[in-house]
């Protein structure tokens, strides 16, 4: 495995990751949370809130804004 | 705490973690050749002090506020429509939103349309959403400690995988194919329309889960 094969399984485990959460927070009784729920509890705060919508934006503009 | 204004009340905001890591975002990027991100956050950071200051003002006023947060965001009241105009308002934003994709994914990235069109759209989303959710939502008193923990590590590992492959790069605007960023995997994707297109309707619809969070 070379290093850009390896890279790209570093994200691949993230993802992976991510939904394996995920389900483990909607199919099953594990004491771990949606990630609606993570976000939600995070934007309940005016900072925490526009915080994490300046975030959303961010993403758009690093793709395609100049 | 009694009635009186406080001084220094309008410093309130900088006691706000999220208000200094705008700040650091707006002096990296803009260094980093993003001029426009960095006056956006900017004026974004800016506008958390001056609101977290008019809310410290308020705040003798009102008990309820929690000390050393900005404030829990309510959910405005909700206005109910009938089933037939509900069905009507989606179809119409669904529709918008399927426009603004084709036509903002038509225009070349970093071109000034896209630019425009992005920087309309995301301070729109960001002011819709600045108040609170659009509808009221239960939020969980405690989230499980260990569940929390699992997500934390997973974003975190994310990001210092992400950040090591760019510091990994020959420079920091310069691609590796050794080792790629997110922003480099998805260059081919975001090279034709169709693709920009997808991409810009998935990042709409996710601004939109997020205002109504």
Do not use: C
């Not at chain 1, 309940?44 to 503009?61: D, M, N, S, Y």
């Not at chain 2, 959910?75 to 939103?97: C, Q």
């Not at chain 2, 896209?114 to 989230?143: F, K, M, N, Y």
């Amino acid at each position: 495995m070379n290093t850009h094969e390896l890279t790209i399984a570093g994200y691949l485990a993230v993802l992976v990751s991510i939904v394996l959460l995920q389900v483990l927070a909607t199919r099953t009784r594990a004491p771990v949370p949606a990630l609606g729920d993570l976000l939600t509890r995070a934007m309940r705060t005016r900072t925490g809130r526009v915080g994490v919508l300046v975030a959303w934006a961010w993403v758009g503009l690093h793709f395609f804004a100049k | 705490m009694g009635g009186h204004a406080r001084p220094f009340s309008f410093l309130a905001g900088f006691r706000e973690p999220v208000v200094w890591v705008l700040l650091a975002i707006a002096f990296f990027t803009s260094i980093s050749g993003k001029p426009v991100d960095g006056v956006l956050m900017l004026i974004v950071a800016l506008g958390l002090v001056v609101d977290a200051g008019r809310r410290a003002r308020g705040r003798a006023a009102q008990e309820a506020v929690a000390a050393g947060s900005a404030g829990p965001a309510e959910a405005r009241p909700a206005r109910r429509l009938s089933g037939r105009r509900r069905v009507l308002v989606a179809a119409a934003l669904l529709a918008g939103g399927v426009a603004y994709a084709v036509v903002v994914g038509s225009f070349t990235r970093y071109s000034w349309p896209a630019t425009a069109g992005i920087i309309g759209l995301g301070t729109v989303v960001v002011l819709i959403g600045w108040h609170g959710p659009l509808r009221h939502r239960q939020v969980r008193e405690r989230l499980p400690v260990v569940g929390t923990l699992l997500w934390a590590v997973v974003i975190v590992f994310g990001g210092l995988w992400e950040l090591s492959a760019l510091l990994l790069q020959p420079s920091i605007t310069t691609d590796s194919y050794a080792h790629p960023t997110i922003s480099t995997l998805t260059d081919p994707v975001l090279a034709s329309s169709p693709g920009r297109s997808l991409v810009l309707a998935a990042w709409l619809a996710f601004g939109w889960y997020l205002v109504e969070r």
